[in-house]
């Protein structure tokens, strides 16, 4: 990818959409410039999906920037972390002949997870009288709630000789009345429980440090640091389709609460967006196409999770909901992937507006309600019919779709510094004078 020198600014990189956006490529494809990635917020319940040559990485926990040599990667306090999820994924890593140890820093000060977590999830998902989210059951939701609720477990705890063992049979307890209460008629194995996380502590011990003092640390030194996102603003807990969303803050605000590291030390915003939109899961989706045309667009974009191989539901873009996130977040750029899967389509719709009950709406609604009401008002544009697939210069694109990265542009107010041709690395296009390669650059 031509066009990128050595970077001299902190950036964070997220979701623009309801995640799923291509994330972990630009992540992977932008860290070579970087000597720190840090993941703010999620767990495992986040797959980021790296293609290098022929070979398919499905990072859940670890920053995608552990795929470049001496890249170091940080899982910072506002993540939170199943032990047993990330020994396998620092398995499958080191098996691939990628080197983990003194490049993986975790924080002391994220909460763990437990088995107790995922009984929790199961449970509050199959009520009767629960509008089902849709989660991924593995004890994501529970772990934070503990952590609000201020009875959670965090890696110090852990680690800790005296503090995790009353701190455990606390939660083991606590969880247990719960499972009863419920009826759920399941043996939490709690004594084995306890030993496994005590050996696996052990395994995790030289990774953990106090994440938040190494980053300001690193950034005082003049090192450069690039904070990745997992999920998408509108999975956000508080800015997203709430309560169909994730528990943590998925937004840009996330990366400081989420690292210790404070805004003033951040050089610019990039968000991630499809060339259409997905979601999964249930919730409101406006642009939602439940025919012909939104079949096709997850066949041909592979649209299947990387973490559940859940189908996704597939869309066109959505240009309200993206002057929403970019409001929300502060965008100085915006990178869209995908430009490839709408190769073909005689013509591509584009939502411009939302109407409710005859009224055009200024505002994204936060009801629930009402978002499941949106009408949206689309613009039709003229396709491309023909392959971008692997073309890496905007020039050489066909001019419909340069038109219609103009009317993105035009309609969401954000320049587009970047457009992804496939999956490759190298498929990829940094647009000339944009504001993205001024950060980068």
């Known amino acids: 990818m031509a066009g990128l020198g050595v970077s001299m600014s902190n950036l964070i990189v997220l979701g623009a959409q309801w995640g799923d956006e291509g994330k972990g490529k630009i992540v992977d494809l932008f860290s070579e410039k970087f000597d720190i990635v840090a993941r703010y917020q999620g767990g495992h319940n986040a797959g980021h999906t790296v293609i290098v040559g022929d070979r398919k990485f499905v990072l859940k926990l670890i920053p995608s920037g552990i795929l470049h040599p001496g890249v170091h990667v940080v899982i910072g306090n506002g993540v ?68 609000i609720g201020r009875r959670g477990i965090r890696m110090a705890d852990l ?9 455990y049979n606390y939660m083991a307890e606590d969880k247990k009345i719960l499972a009863e209460a419920f009826g759920i008629g399941v043996d939490l194995h709690i004594e084995d429980i306890r030993a496994e996380y005590r050996r696996m502590a052990e395994r995790i011990r030289p990774l953990v440090c106090d994440t938040a003092q190494f980053l300001n640390d690193s950034i005082k030194a003049g090192k450069r640091i690039l904070f990745e996102g997992a999920q998408g603003t509108m999975l956000d807990i508080d800015h997203g389709t709430y309560p169909f969303v994730t528990s943590s803050s998925a937004a840009a605000g996330g990366a400081c609460t989420g690292t210790g590291v404070p805004p003033t030390r951040i050089d610019g ?71 490839d899967v709408l190769d073909g389509l005689k013509t591509i ?70 457009v992804s041709t496939g999956p490759e690395r190298n498929e990829t296009i940094v647009r000339k004078g944009s504001r993205l390669e001024k950060l980068l650059a």
């Open 349 to 418: 719709k584009v939502c411009t507006g939302y109407r409710v009950g005859g009224q055009m709406m200024d505002t994204m609604p936060a009801e629930n309600a009402l978002m499941e009401k949106i009408e949206p008002v689309y613009a039709e544009l003229p396709g491309w019919e023909t392959r971008t697939s692997g073309i890496t210069s905007y020039e050489e694109l066909p001019k419909p779709a340069r038109d219609y990265v103009a009317f993105l542009e035009q309609n969401t107010g954000v320049e587009i510094g970047c």
């Open 269 to 339: 915003i990039i968000g991630v967006s499809k060339a259409y939109i997905t979601r999964v899961g249930s919730g409101p989706f406006p642009s939602e196409d439940h025919g012909e045309a939104g079949e096709r667009i997850r066949k041909a974009g592979h649209e299947y999770g990387s973490v559940t191989g859940r189908p996704r539901r597939c869309g066109w873009f959505d240009a309200p909901l993206l002057r929403y996130t970019a409001m929300v977040n502060g965008f100085d750029s915006l990178i869209v992937t995908k430009l």
């Open 159 to 167: 680690l800790s000789p005296t503090a995790f063992n009353p701190l």
């Open 80 to 147: 939170v972390v199943d032990p047993i999820a990330l020994l396998d994924e620092i398995q499958m890593l080191e098996q691939a002949g990628y080197d983990v140890t003194g490049r993986l820093h975790v924080s002391n000060r994220t909460h763990v997870i437990f088995p107790f977590h995922r009984v929790v999830e199961k449970v509050s998902e199959g009520r009767e009288d629960r509008v089902a989210i849709g989660t991924t059951s593995r004890g994501i939701g529970p772990c934070y709630e503990d952590k």
